[in-house]
């Protein structure tokens, strides 16, 4: 079993919809869960990251994270024709990262 | 602008060849990574660097080496190519080693034939 799992679409949808994106994963010891957008071509942006579980909020993002169920999520509300990217999850503990594969997001208008 | 440089941007090498991505920040990071993304994979951790003067293995370490004699500088050296390393590589910078925020570059595209 691979440590973090996420569908890697893709995913398309209709301008002004939500978008839900998750990632699962199998170790414990991971307290930082990061999101990170990642257009063709260039290099990963932090988009988000929490601290433990709960939910952070910034603008059209909302992050998730039910570290009982192992289960992270990014929502975004009235998605955007800009927001077409792949979407990449990432955990941390100490020394240690992993990133889940991504999911490509495209947004129509 | 303040960043991540990465050089080059993109390479084609022979297989056996032996190459150098260069990669430079000038935002005082201590710590400092090498990953390679390959399609339905992923980002995959290289080598990383907490500090200057120091360096680690990461998930996929085999047929690479870096060095890290300064802050600001993180090359990684492919010895001898082959064409598995084919992928575009990312470098990558954090203010601490807990992982917080990374900076990444725009990538190298290398191409191993």
């Known amino acids: 079993q691979k440590e973090v799992e996420q569908d890697p679409g893709p995913l398309s949808v209709p301008e002004g919809a939500i978008v839900s994106l998750n990632c699962t994963y199998s170790?414990?010891?991971?307290?930082?869960f990061m999101w990170y957008r990642q257009y063709s071509r260039k290099g990963p942006e932090l988009l988000m990251y929490t601290y433990s579980s709960g939910n952070k909020e910034d603008g059209r993002f909302t992050a998730q994270v039910d570290k009982s169920s192992k289960y992270i999520s990014l929502f975004i509300r009235d998605s955007q024709p800009s927001d077409s990217a792949t979407y990449l999850c990432a955990m941390s503990a100490v020394n240690k990262v992993i990133f889940g594969p991504g999911t490509s997001l495209s947004v129509i208008p | 602008i303040a960043g991540i440089t990465q050089a080059p941007t993109s390479q084609i090498l022979a297989a056996g060849r032996r190459m150098t991505l260069r990669c430079t920040q000038d935002m005082r990071h201590n710590a400092m990574y090498w990953y390679r993304q390959d399609l339905g994979l992923g980002l995959r951790l290289i080598h990383y660097?907490?500090?200057?003067?120091?360096?680690g293995k990461g998930e996929v370490p085999d047929g690479y080496s870096v060095s890290r004699a300064n802050t600001d500088d993180f090359p990684l050296t492919l010895a001898s190519a082959v064409p598995s390393q084919t992928s575009v590589y990312f470098c990558?910078?954090?203010?601490?080693?807990?992982?917080?925020?990374?900076?990444f570059g725009q990538g190298t595209r290398l191409t191993v034939v």
């Open positions: 660097s907490n500090t200057a003067g120091t360096t």
């Open positions: 170790n414990s010891a991971f307290q930082y």
């Open positions: 990558a910078s954090s203010a601490t080693g807990e992982y917080t925020e990374a900076f």
